[in-house]
């Protein structure tokens, strides 16, 4: 249990379609962080954000964006989706201001697009 | 960020003391080690982070020599339930817990 909460778990999606996915952080985390795996690899860094703006971007296109809101619970929205968008997006949060290397992640949704 | 190179896979068998190596020949001064163990269709799970030489936890010891161009995570006694991908990070305190992942290491711990 690492207090992050992620929705929804599984959903499927057909191409050029937008989706919107959430995360509830673990309480008093300030800094949310979203990775997209796909199917037998890492995680990659999609983008970061810091009292709710966007605090670094890894090499993913215009068309994800995020927001995170006042109580630190966070949106990953991905437009014009592609058949290689199928992956397991994670959020993680952590607390800035106490460096411990240490990320929660919650346990991911599953987007499937046919 | 420094980039690290791991094994793909390691199979051990339930008892058995099983070391993983990484390899950062580029880490910074400021980068820390930090390793993540992940299961199936789960998100990734801190395991330990250190800066050098060694860090000793409930559930790993991790070693870092002196040039800090490698680390060796080190599981005591492996179980079944020690099957997972594990992954090396390197980062610091400059970013702001931005990491990025490999591949990880596959380890599988047979009976």
């Known amino acids: 249990e690492t207090g992050v909460t992620q929705s929804p778990t599984h959903l499927i999606k057909t191409r050029g379609q937008q989706v919107t996915l959430r995360c509830s952080s673990q309480s008093g985390h300030n800094t949310v962080s979203w990775y997209q795996q796909a199917l037998g690899q890492g995680p990659q860094f999609i983008f970061q954000y810091y009292r709710e703006e966007e605090n670094g971007r890894g090499n993913f296109p215009p068309r994800f964006s995020g927001l995170q809101f006042p109580n630190y619970s966070s949106e990953l929205n991905v437009n014009a989706l592609e058949l290689d968008d199928s992956a397991l997006y994670l959020c993680a949060s952590s607390k800035t201001t106490v460096f411990t290397g240490e990320l929660f992640f919650g346990e991911g949704s599953r987007l499937t697009v046919l | 960020l420094a980039k690290t190179t791991q094994p793909i896979s390691m199979d051990s068998y339930e008892g058995q003391e099983v070391n993983i190596t990484c390899s950062h020949n580029?880490?910074?001064?400021?980068?820390?080690i930090t390793w993540y163990q992940q299961f199936p269709s789960q998100g990734p799970r801190f395991i330990i982070q250190?800066?050098?030489t060694k860090v000793t936890n409930e559930v790993a010891s991790l070693f870092i020599p002196a040039d800090r161009k490698s680390s060796t995570l080190s599981l005591p006694r492996v179980s079944l339930s020690d099957t997972a991908v594990y992954y090396c990070?390197?980062?610091?305190?400059?970013?702001?817990?931005?990491?990025?992942f490999g591949s990880g290491t596959k380890l599988n711990v047979k009976p």
């Open positions: 580029n880490i910074a001064t400021n980068d820390y």
């Open positions: 990070l390197g980062g610091g305190r400059d970013n702001f817990n931005k990491f990025y």
């Open positions: 250190g800066y050098k």
